[in-house]
Protein backbone atom coordinates (compact mmCIF):
# COMPACT_ATOMS: atom_id res chain seq x y z
CA UNK A 1 0.00 0.00 0.00
CA UNK A 2 1.51 3.74 -0.64
CA UNK A 3 1.91 5.93 2.39
CA UNK A 4 0.55 9.03 1.28
CA UNK A 5 2.82 12.47 2.74
CA UNK A 6 2.99 12.42 6.43
CA UNK A 7 2.10 15.89 6.66
CA UNK A 8 0.73 17.98 10.00
CA UNK A 9 -0.35 14.93 12.06
CA UNK A 10 2.33 15.36 14.02
CA UNK A 11 3.61 18.44 13.43
CA UNK A 12 5.04 21.00 16.50
CA UNK A 13 2.37 22.98 18.00
CA UNK A 14 1.00 24.54 21.33
CA UNK A 15 0.99 22.94 24.48
CA UNK A 16 -2.34 23.39 26.29
CA UNK A 17 -2.32 22.90 30.03
CA UNK A 18 -3.29 19.36 30.68
CA UNK A 19 -6.14 18.95 33.51
CA UNK A 20 -3.92 17.64 36.31
CA UNK A 21 -0.75 18.90 34.77
CA UNK A 22 -1.07 22.61 35.30
CA UNK A 23 -0.10 23.33 39.47
CA UNK A 24 -3.26 26.01 39.54
CA UNK A 25 -5.36 23.03 38.49
CA UNK A 26 -7.31 20.70 41.34
CA UNK A 27 -6.10 17.46 41.73
CA UNK A 28 -8.31 14.80 41.31
CA UNK A 29 -7.56 12.61 44.38
CA UNK A 30 -8.54 15.37 46.54
CA UNK A 31 -12.33 15.23 45.63
CA UNK A 32 -12.96 11.60 47.12
CA UNK A 33 -12.68 9.69 43.89
CA UNK A 34 -13.26 5.77 45.99
CA UNK A 35 -10.26 3.56 45.05
CA UNK A 36 -11.79 0.99 42.48
CA UNK A 37 -12.33 -2.28 43.71
CA UNK A 38 -10.42 -5.32 42.91
CA UNK A 39 -10.86 -6.28 39.08
CA UNK A 40 -10.29 -9.78 37.17
CA UNK A 41 -9.23 -9.92 34.05
CA UNK A 42 -12.62 -10.22 31.94
CA UNK A 43 -12.97 -6.43 33.21
CA UNK A 44 -15.88 -7.28 36.23
CA UNK A 45 -14.74 -6.74 40.11
CA UNK A 46 -14.26 -9.64 42.61
CA UNK A 47 -17.78 -10.29 43.94
CA UNK A 48 -18.55 -8.51 46.95
CA UNK A 49 -21.90 -9.92 47.46
CA UNK A 50 -23.60 -9.56 44.86
CA UNK A 51 -20.49 -8.02 42.65
CA UNK A 52 -21.40 -4.64 40.42
CA UNK A 53 -20.00 -4.88 37.16
CA UNK A 54 -16.58 -2.11 37.24
CA UNK A 55 -17.00 1.34 35.36
CA UNK A 56 -14.68 2.78 32.63
CA UNK A 57 -12.72 0.29 29.88
CA UNK A 58 -10.81 -2.50 31.02
CA UNK A 59 -7.59 -1.84 28.61
CA UNK A 60 -4.72 -3.12 31.14
CA UNK A 61 -4.01 -5.22 28.48
CA UNK A 62 -3.51 -2.78 25.91
CA UNK A 63 -2.13 -0.43 28.15
CA UNK A 64 0.90 -2.83 29.37
CA UNK A 65 1.14 -3.04 24.87
CA UNK A 66 2.17 0.35 24.70
CA UNK A 67 4.19 0.71 27.59
CA UNK A 68 6.42 -1.86 26.01
CA UNK A 69 6.32 -0.56 22.77
CA UNK A 70 7.53 2.82 24.36
CA UNK A 71 10.22 0.75 26.06
CA UNK A 72 11.56 -0.64 23.00
CA UNK A 73 10.55 -3.98 23.71
CA UNK A 74 8.82 -6.14 20.28
CA UNK A 75 5.23 -6.53 20.84
CA UNK A 76 1.97 -7.42 19.08
CA UNK A 77 0.64 -4.11 17.79
CA UNK A 78 -3.10 -3.32 16.96
CA UNK A 79 -5.96 -5.46 14.89
CA UNK A 80 -8.42 -4.56 12.19
CA UNK A 81 -11.85 -6.09 11.19
CA UNK A 82 -11.61 -6.88 7.89
CA UNK A 83 -14.20 -8.64 5.52
CA UNK A 84 -12.29 -10.96 3.11
CA UNK A 85 -12.80 -11.42 -0.53
CA UNK A 86 -13.37 -14.85 -2.49
CA UNK A 87 -12.96 -18.37 -2.34
CA UNK A 88 -9.18 -17.46 -2.58
CA UNK A 89 -8.77 -14.78 0.04
CA UNK A 90 -7.60 -12.18 -2.82
CA UNK A 91 -9.01 -8.94 -2.14
CA UNK A 92 -11.33 -8.57 -5.73
CA UNK A 93 -13.73 -10.82 -5.08
CA UNK A 94 -16.72 -9.77 -2.85
CA UNK A 95 -18.98 -11.18 0.28
CA UNK A 96 -22.47 -11.79 -1.33
CA UNK A 97 -25.30 -11.08 1.40
CA UNK A 98 -28.12 -12.83 0.72
CA UNK A 99 -32.18 -13.03 1.85
CA UNK A 100 -32.98 -14.68 5.02
CA UNK A 101 -33.30 -18.25 4.34
CA UNK A 102 -32.24 -21.87 5.78
CA UNK A 103 -28.40 -21.94 6.30
CA UNK A 104 -26.53 -24.69 4.88
CA UNK A 105 -23.11 -23.50 6.61
CA UNK A 106 -21.39 -24.66 10.03
CA UNK A 107 -22.19 -21.39 12.07
CA UNK A 108 -24.63 -19.70 10.23
CA UNK A 109 -27.68 -18.79 11.72
CA UNK A 110 -30.13 -21.66 12.21
CA UNK A 111 -33.84 -21.67 12.35
CA UNK A 112 -35.15 -20.43 15.84
CA UNK A 113 -37.96 -22.82 17.30
CA UNK A 114 -40.20 -19.71 17.55
CA UNK A 115 -40.06 -16.88 15.24
CA UNK A 116 -38.88 -13.67 16.64
CA UNK A 117 -42.02 -11.98 16.73
CA UNK A 118 -43.94 -14.96 18.41
CA UNK A 119 -41.98 -15.08 21.80
CA UNK A 120 -42.44 -11.35 21.99
CA UNK A 121 -46.46 -12.06 21.84
CA UNK A 122 -46.36 -14.44 24.98
CA UNK A 123 -44.90 -12.15 26.91
CA UNK A 124 -47.32 -9.03 25.92
CA UNK A 125 -50.48 -11.06 26.57
CA UNK A 126 -49.59 -10.18 30.63
CA UNK A 127 -48.94 -6.53 29.12
CA UNK A 128 -50.71 -4.01 31.02
CA UNK A 129 -52.42 -0.49 30.26
CA UNK A 130 -49.55 1.96 29.58
CA UNK A 131 -47.10 -0.52 28.89
CA UNK A 132 -44.85 -0.75 25.55
CA UNK A 133 -45.10 -3.82 23.47
CA UNK A 134 -42.36 -6.34 23.51
CA UNK A 135 -42.05 -5.96 19.13
CA UNK A 136 -39.59 -8.86 18.80
CA UNK A 137 -36.88 -11.19 20.56
CA UNK A 138 -34.22 -12.36 18.86
CA UNK A 139 -31.85 -15.70 19.76
CA UNK A 140 -28.80 -16.50 19.29
CA UNK A 141 -29.36 -19.15 16.73
CA UNK A 142 -25.23 -19.29 15.46
CA UNK A 143 -22.93 -22.21 16.83
CA UNK A 144 -20.45 -20.57 18.42
CA UNK A 145 -16.64 -21.94 19.30
CA UNK A 146 -16.21 -20.96 22.87
CA UNK A 147 -18.62 -18.19 22.38
CA UNK A 148 -18.29 -14.57 20.53
CA UNK A 149 -18.67 -11.00 20.44
CA UNK A 150 -21.36 -9.19 19.23
CA UNK A 151 -20.36 -5.91 17.21
CA UNK A 152 -22.47 -2.96 16.72
CA UNK A 153 -25.85 -2.39 16.41
CA UNK A 154 -26.29 -0.48 13.87
CA UNK A 155 -29.07 1.34 12.75
CA UNK A 156 -30.20 2.75 9.65
CA UNK A 157 -33.47 2.98 8.33
CA UNK A 158 -36.13 0.22 9.15
CA UNK A 159 -32.56 -1.95 9.51
CA UNK A 160 -30.86 -2.85 12.88
CA UNK A 161 -27.36 -5.04 12.21
CA UNK A 162 -24.89 -6.78 13.92
CA UNK A 163 -21.47 -8.17 13.42
CA UNK A 164 -20.67 -11.78 15.00
CA UNK A 165 -18.13 -14.30 14.24
CA UNK A 166 -17.94 -15.10 10.67
CA UNK A 167 -21.27 -13.60 9.72
CA UNK A 168 -23.03 -9.38 9.09
CA UNK A 169 -26.78 -9.53 9.28
CA UNK A 170 -29.33 -7.25 9.64
CA UNK A 171 -33.10 -7.13 11.10
CA UNK A 172 -35.74 -6.34 10.87
CA UNK A 173 -36.76 -2.86 12.72
CA UNK A 174 -40.48 -4.15 12.35
CA UNK A 175 -40.78 -7.58 13.47
CA UNK A 176 -37.09 -8.91 13.93
CA UNK A 177 -36.87 -10.98 11.04
CA UNK A 178 -33.91 -10.87 8.87
CA UNK A 179 -33.43 -9.15 5.85
CA UNK A 180 -30.10 -10.59 5.25
CA UNK A 181 -26.80 -12.09 5.73
CA UNK A 182 -23.57 -11.22 5.02
CA UNK A 183 -21.12 -14.60 5.12
CA UNK A 184 -17.58 -13.47 6.22
CA UNK A 185 -14.63 -16.14 5.68
CA UNK A 186 -13.02 -14.94 8.82
CA UNK A 187 -13.46 -14.03 12.09
CA UNK A 188 -14.55 -10.22 12.58
CA UNK A 189 -12.36 -8.60 15.22
CA UNK A 190 -13.51 -4.63 15.49
CA UNK A 191 -15.38 -1.88 14.11
CA UNK A 192 -16.28 1.50 14.37
CA UNK A 193 -19.26 2.28 16.80
CA UNK A 194 -21.34 4.16 14.44
CA UNK A 195 -22.13 3.85 11.08
CA UNK A 196 -21.58 6.97 8.37
CA UNK A 197 -24.72 8.83 7.48
CA UNK A 198 -25.86 6.88 4.69
CA UNK A 199 -25.37 3.69 6.40
CA UNK A 200 -22.45 2.31 5.43
CA UNK A 201 -20.01 0.79 7.93
CA UNK A 202 -16.24 -0.31 7.65
CA UNK A 203 -15.07 -3.80 9.72
CA UNK A 204 -12.20 -5.86 10.11
CA UNK A 205 -11.39 -9.39 9.56
CA UNK A 206 -8.97 -11.60 11.02
CA UNK A 207 -5.89 -12.47 7.77
CA UNK A 208 -6.14 -16.77 8.32
CA UNK A 209 -7.93 -18.52 11.57
CA UNK A 210 -5.72 -21.07 11.60
CA UNK A 211 -2.27 -19.46 11.34
CA UNK A 212 -2.48 -15.94 11.00
CA UNK A 213 -4.56 -14.08 14.26
CA UNK A 214 -3.60 -10.12 12.44
CA UNK A 215 -6.47 -8.36 12.02
CA UNK A 216 -5.57 -6.71 8.74
CA UNK A 217 -8.37 -6.70 6.05
CA UNK A 218 -10.98 -4.10 5.97
CA UNK A 219 -14.34 -4.32 4.06
CA UNK A 220 -17.14 -1.54 3.54
CA UNK A 221 -20.96 -3.42 3.97
CA UNK A 222 -23.91 -1.07 3.28
CA UNK A 223 -26.21 -2.31 6.02
CA UNK A 224 -29.23 -1.39 4.20
CA UNK A 225 -29.03 -3.92 1.72
CA UNK A 226 -25.83 -6.06 3.47
CA UNK A 227 -23.87 -5.64 -0.06
CA UNK A 228 -20.12 -5.62 0.25
CA UNK A 229 -18.21 -2.51 -1.34
CA UNK A 230 -14.49 -2.30 -1.15
CA UNK A 231 -12.00 -3.99 0.84
CA UNK A 232 -8.25 -4.05 1.25
CA UNK A 233 -5.88 -5.77 3.00
CA UNK A 234 -3.76 -3.02 5.18
CA UNK A 235 0.26 -3.71 4.39
CA UNK A 236 2.03 -4.91 7.70
CA UNK A 237 5.56 -5.01 5.97
CA UNK A 238 5.52 -1.31 5.56
CA UNK A 239 5.77 -0.26 9.57
CA UNK A 240 7.11 -4.32 9.87
CA UNK A 241 4.52 -4.93 13.18
CA UNK A 242 1.26 -7.18 14.01
CA UNK A 243 -2.66 -5.87 13.96
CA UNK A 244 -4.30 -7.26 16.60
CA UNK A 245 -5.65 -4.86 19.40
CA UNK A 246 -7.55 -2.42 16.90
CA UNK A 247 -10.19 0.87 17.84
CA UNK A 248 -12.40 1.96 14.94
CA UNK A 249 -14.21 5.38 14.27
CA UNK A 250 -16.05 6.71 11.84
CA UNK A 251 -16.27 10.94 11.44
CA UNK A 252 -17.89 12.09 8.08
CA UNK A 253 -16.74 9.77 5.21
CA UNK A 254 -13.47 8.67 6.69
CA UNK A 255 -12.70 5.61 8.72
CA UNK A 256 -10.12 5.35 10.88
CA UNK A 257 -7.96 2.65 12.64
CA UNK A 258 -6.00 3.02 15.31
CA UNK A 259 -3.64 1.20 18.08
CA UNK A 260 -0.16 0.45 18.80
CA UNK A 261 2.32 1.47 16.58
CA UNK A 262 -0.79 2.07 13.72
CA UNK A 263 -2.28 5.11 12.87
CA UNK A 264 -4.46 4.41 9.20
CA UNK A 265 -7.64 6.11 7.26
CA UNK A 266 -10.01 5.43 4.77
CA UNK A 267 -12.46 6.86 2.63
CA UNK A 268 -15.68 5.52 3.16
CA UNK A 269 -17.71 5.79 0.22
CA UNK A 270 -14.86 4.52 -1.78
CA UNK A 271 -11.68 3.09 0.22
CA UNK A 272 -9.27 5.28 -1.12
CA UNK A 273 -5.98 5.48 1.57
CA UNK A 274 -5.86 8.99 2.92
CA UNK A 275 -3.12 9.11 5.96
CA UNK A 276 -1.29 6.77 7.85
CA UNK A 277 1.26 6.60 10.96
CA UNK A 278 2.27 9.36 12.77
CA UNK A 279 5.91 10.94 12.29
CA UNK A 280 8.28 10.76 15.21
CA UNK A 281 7.76 8.58 18.57
CA UNK A 282 4.30 9.63 19.45
CA UNK A 283 1.61 6.76 18.66
CA UNK A 284 -2.27 6.59 18.65
CA UNK A 285 -3.82 4.56 21.21
CA UNK A 286 -7.34 5.04 19.06
CA UNK A 287 -9.86 7.27 17.73
CA UNK A 288 -13.52 8.63 18.70
CA UNK A 289 -15.79 9.70 15.89
CA UNK A 290 -18.98 11.85 15.23
CA UNK A 291 -18.89 15.15 14.36
CA UNK A 292 -15.49 15.66 15.26
CA UNK A 293 -12.52 13.26 15.52
CA UNK A 294 -10.58 12.68 18.56
CA UNK A 295 -7.21 10.88 19.28
CA UNK A 296 -5.99 9.27 22.26
CA UNK A 297 -2.11 9.73 21.84
CA UNK A 298 0.73 8.34 23.65
CA UNK A 299 4.55 9.91 24.12
CA UNK A 300 7.64 8.86 25.68
CA UNK A 301 8.29 11.18 28.35
CA UNK A 302 11.51 12.91 29.14
CA UNK A 303 12.21 10.37 32.17
CA UNK A 304 12.76 6.78 31.03
CA UNK A 305 9.98 4.52 31.36
CA UNK A 306 7.77 7.45 31.39
CA UNK A 307 4.47 7.81 28.99
CA UNK A 308 2.91 11.06 28.52
CA UNK A 309 -0.34 11.07 26.95
CA UNK A 310 -2.34 13.66 24.45
CA UNK A 311 -5.70 14.62 23.33
CA UNK A 312 -5.74 15.84 20.22
CA UNK A 313 -8.53 17.16 17.60
CA UNK A 314 -7.16 15.75 13.85
CA UNK A 315 -8.88 16.42 10.75
CA UNK A 316 -10.15 13.52 9.33
CA UNK A 317 -9.45 13.95 5.90
CA UNK A 318 -6.04 15.12 5.96
CA UNK A 319 -4.77 13.72 9.73
CA UNK A 320 -3.49 17.34 10.52
CA UNK A 321 -3.57 17.96 13.71
CA UNK A 322 -6.27 20.71 14.70
CA UNK A 323 -5.71 21.40 18.93
CA UNK A 324 -3.11 19.13 21.25
CA UNK A 325 -4.49 19.12 25.04
CA UNK A 326 -1.96 17.34 27.42
CA UNK A 327 -2.87 15.03 30.21
CA UNK A 328 -1.46 15.05 33.54
CA UNK A 329 1.48 13.33 34.26
CA UNK A 330 0.32 9.21 34.64
CA UNK A 331 -3.44 10.15 33.43
CA UNK A 332 -4.64 7.54 30.95
CA UNK A 333 -7.59 8.25 28.06
CA UNK A 334 -10.35 5.66 29.56
CA UNK A 335 -12.83 7.07 27.30
CA UNK A 336 -14.79 9.87 25.12
CA UNK A 337 -18.07 10.85 26.42
CA UNK A 338 -18.44 13.16 24.08
CA UNK A 339 -16.19 14.74 21.18
CA UNK A 340 -18.64 18.07 20.87
CA UNK A 341 -17.69 18.98 23.49
CA UNK A 342 -15.17 17.07 24.23
CA UNK A 343 -15.71 15.10 27.78
CA UNK A 344 -12.90 12.92 28.78
CA UNK A 345 -13.17 9.71 31.16
CA UNK A 346 -9.40 9.86 32.72
CA UNK A 347 -7.72 6.92 35.13
CA UNK A 348 -4.67 7.14 36.99
CA UNK A 349 -2.55 4.09 38.36
CA UNK A 350 -3.37 0.76 37.50
CA UNK A 351 -6.82 -0.65 37.48
CA UNK A 352 -7.10 -2.35 40.99
CA UNK A 353 -7.11 0.34 42.96
CA UNK A 354 -6.35 3.47 40.64
CA UNK A 355 -8.62 6.68 40.47
CA UNK A 356 -10.94 7.90 38.12
CA UNK A 357 -11.57 11.62 36.86
CA UNK A 358 -13.41 13.66 34.18
CA UNK A 359 -11.87 16.40 31.87
CA UNK A 360 -13.91 18.49 30.25
CA UNK A 361 -12.85 20.76 27.18
CA UNK A 362 -13.58 23.90 25.48
CA UNK A 363 -13.72 23.66 21.61
CA UNK A 364 -9.78 24.86 21.33
CA UNK A 365 -8.94 22.00 23.57
CA UNK A 366 -7.91 24.16 26.31
CA UNK A 367 -9.30 23.16 29.98
CA UNK A 368 -12.65 24.34 30.83
CA UNK A 369 -13.79 22.26 33.72
CA UNK A 370 -13.35 18.67 36.18
CA UNK A 371 -16.67 17.73 37.89
CA UNK A 372 -16.12 17.63 41.55
CA UNK A 373 -18.45 14.41 42.33
CA UNK A 374 -17.45 14.54 46.35
CA UNK A 375 -18.23 11.05 48.09
CA UNK A 376 -19.71 9.48 44.80
CA UNK A 377 -17.96 7.55 42.59
CA UNK A 378 -18.86 7.83 38.78
CA UNK A 379 -18.72 5.29 36.37
CA UNK A 380 -20.22 4.42 33.25
CA UNK A 381 -21.11 1.10 31.21
CA UNK A 382 -17.92 0.05 28.57
CA UNK A 383 -19.39 -3.36 26.56
CA UNK A 384 -15.84 -3.35 25.22
CA UNK A 385 -14.39 -4.92 28.18
CA UNK A 386 -16.70 -7.66 27.83
CA UNK A 387 -16.09 -8.39 24.87
CA UNK A 388 -12.21 -7.99 24.35
CA UNK A 389 -12.98 -6.86 20.54
CA UNK A 390 -14.15 -3.35 19.76
CA UNK A 391 -13.09 -1.92 22.58
CA UNK A 392 -13.60 1.65 20.88
CA UNK A 393 -13.04 5.03 22.85
CA UNK A 394 -16.48 5.79 21.95
CA UNK A 395 -18.27 2.96 22.85
CA UNK A 396 -19.57 3.75 26.46
CA UNK A 397 -22.55 4.53 27.57
CA UNK A 398 -23.92 6.29 31.15
CA UNK A 399 -22.96 9.88 30.43
CA UNK A 400 -25.04 12.91 28.63
CA UNK A 401 -24.22 16.35 27.46
CA UNK A 402 -26.35 19.49 27.76
CA UNK A 403 -25.12 22.19 25.42
CA UNK A 404 -28.12 24.12 26.18
CA UNK A 405 -27.90 24.09 29.64
CA UNK A 406 -23.90 23.26 30.59
CA UNK A 407 -25.27 20.36 31.98
CA UNK A 408 -23.36 17.06 32.38
CA UNK A 409 -25.60 14.24 33.50
CA UNK A 410 -23.21 10.87 34.77
CA UNK A 411 -23.86 7.93 36.46
CA UNK A 412 -22.53 6.67 39.40
CA UNK A 413 -20.93 3.03 40.35
CA UNK A 414 -24.18 0.83 41.32
CA UNK A 415 -24.25 -0.61 44.76
CA UNK A 416 -26.10 -3.71 45.98
CA UNK A 417 -29.82 -3.59 46.99
CA UNK A 418 -30.93 -6.90 47.77
CA UNK A 419 -30.36 -9.32 44.57
CA UNK A 420 -29.81 -6.39 42.44
CA UNK A 421 -28.45 -2.84 41.69
CA UNK A 422 -29.33 0.38 42.07
CA UNK A 423 -27.31 3.74 41.63
CA UNK A 424 -27.95 7.96 41.28
CA UNK A 425 -27.34 10.05 38.04
CA UNK A 426 -25.58 13.32 39.20
CA UNK A 427 -26.19 16.44 37.04
CA UNK A 428 -22.87 19.23 36.82
CA UNK A 429 -22.32 22.38 35.67
CA UNK A 430 -19.67 22.19 32.77
CA UNK A 431 -18.50 25.73 33.03
CA UNK A 432 -17.68 25.13 37.29
CA UNK A 433 -17.41 20.97 37.65
CA UNK A 434 -19.83 22.04 40.91
CA UNK A 435 -22.35 19.71 41.21
CA UNK A 436 -26.46 20.39 40.59
CA UNK A 437 -28.09 18.09 41.86
CA UNK A 438 -28.69 14.25 42.64
CA UNK A 439 -31.92 12.17 41.53
CA UNK A 440 -31.70 8.33 43.08
CA UNK A 441 -33.00 5.29 41.11
CA UNK A 442 -35.86 3.47 42.14
CA UNK A 443 -35.14 0.82 44.38
CA UNK A 444 -33.30 -2.20 43.29
CA UNK A 445 -32.97 -0.64 39.66
CA UNK A 446 -30.67 1.47 37.77
CA UNK A 447 -31.01 4.63 35.65
CA UNK A 448 -28.26 5.01 32.68
CA UNK A 449 -27.80 8.36 31.21
CA UNK A 450 -28.12 7.33 27.16
CA UNK A 451 -28.50 11.00 25.56
CA UNK A 452 -30.01 14.58 25.52
CA UNK A 453 -33.19 15.38 23.56
CA UNK A 454 -35.86 18.21 23.67
CA UNK A 455 -33.88 19.20 26.75
CA UNK A 456 -34.54 16.01 28.72
CA UNK A 457 -31.69 13.61 29.35
CA UNK A 458 -33.34 9.75 28.31
CA UNK A 459 -31.98 7.34 30.42
CA UNK A 460 -32.28 3.54 30.59
CA UNK A 461 -33.63 2.02 33.44
CA UNK A 462 -32.64 -1.32 34.44
CA UNK A 463 -35.60 -4.24 35.38
CA UNK A 464 -35.87 -4.60 39.05
CA UNK A 465 -34.92 -7.39 41.15
CA UNK A 466 -36.53 -11.12 40.72
CA UNK A 467 -38.73 -10.04 43.81
CA UNK A 468 -40.13 -6.87 42.83
CA UNK A 469 -43.30 -7.48 41.01
CA UNK A 470 -45.49 -5.19 38.32
CA UNK A 471 -42.69 -3.67 37.81
CA UNK A 472 -40.46 -3.45 34.19
CA UNK A 473 -37.55 -1.71 33.01
CA UNK A 474 -37.88 1.33 30.00
CA UNK A 475 -36.89 4.62 28.87
CA UNK A 476 -37.10 7.81 31.44
CA UNK A 477 -36.57 11.75 31.23
CA UNK A 478 -35.26 14.14 33.56
CA UNK A 479 -34.85 17.98 32.94
CA UNK A 480 -31.56 20.42 33.96
CA UNK A 481 -33.56 21.02 36.96
CA UNK A 482 -33.56 17.16 38.25
CA UNK A 483 -36.84 15.85 40.12
CA UNK A 484 -38.63 12.52 39.62
CA UNK A 485 -37.70 10.56 36.45
CA UNK A 486 -40.35 10.57 34.24
CA UNK A 487 -41.90 8.34 32.07
CA UNK A 488 -41.04 8.19 28.07
CA UNK A 489 -41.43 4.27 27.25
CA UNK A 490 -42.40 2.30 29.88
CA UNK A 491 -40.91 -1.44 29.06
CA UNK A 492 -43.88 -4.32 30.55
CA UNK A 493 -43.69 -5.78 33.94
CA UNK A 494 -44.12 -8.97 32.04
CA UNK A 495 -41.18 -8.94 30.06
CA UNK A 496 -38.81 -8.03 33.71
CA UNK A 497 -37.08 -11.60 33.49
CA UNK A 498 -36.69 -11.87 29.65
CA UNK A 499 -35.07 -8.31 30.28
CA UNK A 500 -33.17 -9.25 33.13
CA UNK A 501 -31.04 -12.04 30.63
CA UNK A 502 -29.56 -9.03 29.08
CA UNK A 503 -26.57 -8.74 31.28
CA UNK A 504 -24.99 -4.90 30.56
CA UNK A 505 -26.71 -4.49 26.97
CA UNK A 506 -25.96 -1.63 24.67
CA UNK A 507 -29.22 0.30 24.31
CA UNK A 508 -30.75 2.53 21.97
CA UNK A 509 -33.43 4.66 21.93
CA UNK A 510 -35.10 6.08 18.57
CA UNK A 511 -38.45 7.46 17.24
CA UNK A 512 -40.47 5.89 20.46
CA UNK A 513 -38.90 2.57 20.47
CA UNK A 514 -35.80 0.99 22.13
CA UNK A 515 -33.55 -1.28 21.69
CA UNK A 516 -31.38 -3.72 23.95
CA UNK A 517 -28.54 -6.46 22.79
CA UNK A 518 -26.05 -8.15 24.91
CA UNK A 519 -21.93 -7.70 23.37
CA UNK A 520 -20.76 -10.90 24.14
CA UNK A 521 -22.69 -14.70 23.33
CA UNK A 522 -21.77 -17.97 25.65
CA UNK A 523 -23.48 -20.01 27.10
CA UNK A 524 -22.87 -23.58 29.21
CA UNK A 525 -23.84 -25.86 25.99
CA UNK A 526 -24.28 -25.86 22.47
CA UNK A 527 -28.03 -25.75 22.88
CA UNK A 528 -28.13 -22.56 25.48
CA UNK A 529 -26.22 -21.10 22.81
CA UNK A 530 -28.06 -21.33 20.31
CA UNK A 531 -31.09 -19.96 22.21
CA UNK A 532 -29.13 -17.00 24.41
CA UNK A 533 -31.26 -14.14 23.74
CA UNK A 534 -29.25 -11.69 22.17
CA UNK A 535 -31.71 -8.44 20.84
CA UNK A 536 -34.96 -7.21 22.06
CA UNK A 537 -36.89 -4.06 21.09
CA UNK A 538 -39.62 -2.40 22.64
CA UNK A 539 -42.50 -0.29 20.92
CA UNK A 540 -45.99 0.29 20.05
Not at 167 to 173: A, K, N, R
Not at 188 to 204: H, L, R
Not at 479 to 497: C, D, E, F
Request: with cysteine; net charge neutral; aromatic share 6%.
Amino acid sequence: MSQPPQQGFGAPYEPQPGVYGDPGQPQPGSYGYPPQPPTVPNGRHQPQPPAPPSGGRSRGRLVGLVAAVLAGVLVVGAGVWFVAGGDDGSDDKKPVAKESTAPKQPGAESNRKKTPAAEAAEINKGRKEGEAKVRWIQKNGVDLPLGAAALGPWITGGIVAKAMYRTVSGYSLEDGSQKWSLRLPTDVCAAPTQPTADGKIVIGLLTDTTADENCDKLQMIDLATGEAGWSVTIDRAVHNDDLRFVIMAISGDVVTIGGLRRAEAYRVSDGKHLWGKLPGRCEVEGFAGGAVMLASVICPGQSKGVIDTEVRRIDPVTGRTLWTYKVGKDWNVDAFYSVDPPVIFLRKGPLVGGTSAIAVLNDDGTFRSQPVPGGDTLEGLCPGKERELGWNLDICMGAAVDTDTDTLYVTTKRRPAGRSFTNDVVAFDMSTGKKKWKVPSPATQTLMPLRVEDGKVLMYLSPPGPKTKDVGGGIMALGPQGGTPQPVLRHPASAAATERTFDEPIVLHADGRSFLMIPQVTGDTDEEELERRTMIAFGD
